[in-house]
């Protein structure tokens, strides 16, 4: 497995000629530690880890010391946490999921780490019986922090978001103050924020409690992101809808005077010709100012903001695009085994 990455940078396992970290990553580039299992980028360090350890690079500092390693920091885990099955790079906590089901959280300023205490409500919705024992099975953090259990509930931690009656969620993604939330039987729905349009609800309101979003009434949804102001979602079918803030065209709708689209909108990828690609989209991925996908022949494209190198291409090349275009990722894409952006940086994983 290796591991790339392209985009604003704090690591000085990527580093200039004098030493110093390198600010800007304009191509993905293998990130230079070996035996990485995964990656998860923050705002200024990264958190890398294998062999169960969680090891942190960048400007973040585990000590007194007030000093920045080139080399990757080992990360003590709380002498609770045997073996964890995911980590966010938060801006001032790490967050872990365990292996057993509970979460802990690093507070970055403080040095320490502290447990979540159990916030999980008696589900009277299930007949369960023996009651089936309901915990997180996966955590999200945008504005908040948020937990996805395996009945299908969403916790705002530690408060339990209000849930529409006979649904359950299979996935969650979050923006800056948003959160998107995918039903089991393919429905979007939303909450948070409104005022650039993220909900998809046709309006600029907020809305405290998940709305469906009926623009997409009939679609079966596959997947879901979002990131900063904007969403995006994958259909059954490989289309591709997006909608909210399109200040940097991150929305990929291709056009320059409508910085808001408050409704679902599909998304026509058109090659250099103008032709429109045949091939379906498979998963979409969205940071702060930018989108990037992969389609069904594994080809990656991207549209939005370019400005830290965060779509993989050289800034001379490509300054901003408001239409998506074909990533020259220098990977071969059929090696290509996942890919995720974050808020200034992508990610690729190879086999």
């Known amino acids: 497995m290796k591991i790339y990455y392209t985009g604003l940078n704090n690591s000085k396992m990527f580093c200039d000629d004098e030493e110093n970290a390198q600010t800007v990553i304009e191509q993905f580039t293998e990130v230079p530690f070996a035996g990485i299992e995964d990656i998860d980028i923050g705002w200024n360090y990264m958190l890398l880890w294998r062999n169960n350890q969680l090891f942190v690079s960048g400007e973040i500092y585990l000590d007194a010391s007030g000093t920045s390693n080139k080399v990757p920091v080992l990360l003590e885990l709380s002498e ?71 009945h299908g509930r969403v916790y705002n931690i530690p408060t339990l978001v209000e849930m529409p009656k006979r649904v359950k969620f299979v996935d969650v993604a979050c923006g800056f103050d948003h959160t998107i939330m995918l039903a089991e039987n393919g429905d979007v729905y939303s909450m948070g924020m409104g005022t650039r349009g993220q909900l998809g609800h046709g309006d600029l309101e907020d809305c405290d409690i998940p709305q469906i979003i009926e623009a997409l009434a009939g679609l079966k949804v596959i997947q879901i992101a979002a990131s900063g102001w904007h ?13 909210g803030w399109n200040n940097n065209g991150q929305l990929g709708i291709n056009v320059d005077d409508t910085k808001v689209f408050a409704t679902p909108t599909a998304v026509d990828i058109t090659n250099k010709d103008g032709k429109t690609i045949d091939a379906g989209v498979k998963k979409v991925q969205c940071g702060n100012s930018f989108t990037i996908c992969m389609l069904a022949d594994n080809t990656m494209w991207g549209c939005g903001s ?37 808020e200034w940086g992508s990610v690729i994983v190879t086999n």
């Open 80 to 150: 609770e946490t045997v073996s964890f099955k995911q980590a966010i790079a938060g801006k001032e906590t790490i967050t872990v999921l365990s292996t057993a089901n509970e979460i802990y959280q690093y507070k970055i300023f403080e040095r320490r780490w502290k447990k979540v205490m159990n916030f999980i409500h008696s589900n009277d919705d299930v007949n369960d019986d023996p009651p089936d024992h309901e915990y997180p099975v996966k955590i999200f953090q945008g504005g908040c922090t948020v937990a996805l259990t395996n």
């Open 231 to 243: 969403t995006a979602v994958v259909t059954d079918q490989g289309d591709l809808y997006t909608w």
């Open 306 to 342: 370019n400005k830290y190198g965060q779509l993989g291409m050289l800034k001379s090349t490509l300054e901003s695009s408001t239409k998506f275009v074909e990533l020259i990722t220098g990977l071969d894409g059929n090696t290509v085994e996942d890919f995720k952006c974050r």
